[in-house]
């Protein structure tokens, strides 16, 4: 073959080395070796998007719709490496480059159109659109779908004119991708937060949901089963098997599932089980990443390298900057250590980027590496309340489910809850200004966060004060407007699970009047009831 015969260099890449990020694409160049999946997408950007949600890749291959061989047209080649160098060959038309792991602000939001591509797949719903808006849109509130082609009116059929054609794969990208005149194919908007549907945040304690399964992993608790369930494709719910399951090796498994009806085929009441929803369909952003450290929990996999370092914290960072690690334990037994007090940090990684075995030891602590946390901002929708308006009744929240509500309490005379407030980021709180009009002084606060109920709250219970307090200038009362106020905590929060930043809204949006949105705190579920 032509390419063969071509000169080429080397691209270095070093599995046990610190990565920064490197968006760099290389034009007409072919990076050889290391093939670990090849899959369908319509631009470069696109397939550099793919490795990057990707556990293992590091590096793409994109064969343009130019190429002279139409079977491997539209093709992405996912790449990892494990050795320190592969070859770059030069080759007319191709781009390479690099996963986007190490960068900040990535996003699996794919919101462009393709004029001209059908983008092919299951075509399991056709229906009639005024345009391919609509039919996005539809794409986009339909749980199985993926991506959709929709014919213009010039179309060369007449009857096929004005058809959206909902689809759907197994790995979410297209089977096949061919150029057709009068198309316009593109992906659903669920990954950008668009989705028009219901969003089921809540958590099934003692419950087993059942249906086809997709996908099987271990996690360590729910909240990272349902990460990785929200960023599966296909996995539309799931069932948690908990370290008191009864069947010792089916702990900590994570039964990830779909069915044709988009529900539970059967719900059984269990014992040490947890039940969930993806979230993929929420106006929220889920990160693909997973902060929290699992203390008694080893996590075992593939190892990349053994390092001595100073707490778990610090070997979190080694996994996140070190090219290849996926998730850690750190060993602080005395036998695990040096002379100069640094303990043995296992950095591993798995072919699905979760742990092969996940086991109960005392003396370590386990977790996962950072990257992919900096998601892009992404709108929470928000509607400007009536004045005058309160809110009774509503449901109980489970743990974890708005891991961004803070309870505000004054200390004299009695220490109360007195609001609520929002994190949206780790020192800065958001709240509403009328809750000082009485209680000016920040010494009289406290800050509690990661609580469900207020009857959990003791002498014992964790809370952070404030450092610093700015109301809105032009607040007067709340009936007026402008009821709004920042606090800046003494330190900041640790983010986990139960503990994370809301998104807040992008300039983008405007006119929110009349959308749907959530309204949390605590309160009374009934008129002279008792407070939740």
């Known amino acids: 073959m032509f390419w063969i015969f071509q000169t080429f260099y080397f691209i270095a890449l070093f599995s046990s080395v610190y990565n920064e990020c490197m968006s760099e694409m290389y ?86 159109v393709y004029e001209g591509l059908d983008m092919q797949g299951e075509n399991y719903n056709i229906t009639t659109a005024d345009n391919y808006h609509h039919c996005q849109q539809a794409c986009t509130n339909a749980k199985h779908c993926y991506f959709f082609t929709y014919t213009l009116e010039s179309f060369h059929s007449a009857p096929l004119r004005n058809k959206c054609y909902l689809k759907y794969s197994s790995t979410g990208t297209p089977t096949h991708i061919r150029q057709l005149r009068d198309v316009v194919s593109g992906f659903s908007l669920k990954p950008c937060q668009l989705a028009e549907t219901d969003c089921q945040m809540n958590l099934f304690q003692h419950f087993a949901f059942s ?89 075992h996999g593939t190892e990349l390298s053994v390092e001595y370092v100073s707490g778990p914290q610090d070997c979190q960072q080694l996994c996140t900057m070190t090219l290849r690690c996926q998730f850690f334990t750190y060993v602080f037994r005395k036998m695990q250590c040096n002379q100069q007090g640094k303990c043995k940090c296992y950095l591993r990684m798995s072919a699905n980027g979760s742990p092969d075995n996940i086991e109960a030891e005392n003396e370590m602590v386990s977790g996962y590496s950072l990257r992919l946390c900096q998601t892009s901002k992404s709108p929470v929708c928000v509607q400007k309340p009536e004045k005058r308006s309160r809110v009774v009744g509503g449901s109980n929240s489970s743990v974890g489910e708005w891991p961004w509500q803070v309870s505000l309490h004054t200390m004299l005379p009695v220490q109360i809850h007195q609001c609520g407030g929002s994190i949206i980021s780790d020192q800065w709180i958001l709240t509403a200004a009328h809750c000082f009009e009485i209680f000016q002084l920040t010494e009289l606060w406290h800050v509690y966060s990661s609580i469900l109920k207020q009857s959990e709250i003791t002498n014992e219970t964790t809370s952070f004060k404030i450092q610093k307090m700015i109301v809105h200038p032009r607040y007067e009362f709340s009936e007026a407007g402008y009821d709004i106020a920042l606090l800046k905590l003494d330190r900041p929060l640790n983010f986990s699970a139960l503990q994370q930043p809301v998104c807040l809204p992008s300039q983008e949006d405007i006119n929110m009047e009349y959308t749907e949105c959530w309204v949390t705190g605590w309160g009374y579920t009934k008129e002279t009831g008792t407070e939740k």
């Open 27 to 112: 034009r007409h160049t072919y990076i050889e070796g290391g093939d670990i999946s090849r899959v369908y997408t319509p631009t470069a950007d696109y397939c550099q998007m793919v490795c990057t949600y990707h556990p293992r890749c590091l590096l793409f291959s994109y064969i343009p719709g130019s190429w002279v061989k139409t079977t491997v047209r539209f093709s992405c080649f996912l790449k990892e490496i494990d050795t320190q160098e592969l070859p770059k060959i030069h080759r007319e038309g191709i781009i390479s480059g690099h996963s986007l792991k190490q960068c900040t602000q990535i996003t699996a939001c794919s919101k462009k």
């Open 211 to 299: 249906g086809i399964t997709v996908a099987k992993v271990l996690t360590p608790d729910k909240f990272i089963c349902r990460t990785v369930c929200t960023y599966r494709p296909n996995c539309l719910f799931f069932t948690f098997f908990s370290s008191e399951w009864e069947i010792k090796s089916q702990r900590y498994t994570c039964l990830m599932m779909t069915s044709r009806s988009e529900k539970p085929e059967k719900i059984t009441k269990r014992e040490n089980v947890i039940s969930g929803f993806s979230l993929l369909n929420c106006r929220r952003a889920e990160p693909a990443c997973h902060s929290q450290t699992y203390p008694e929990l080893s996590f």
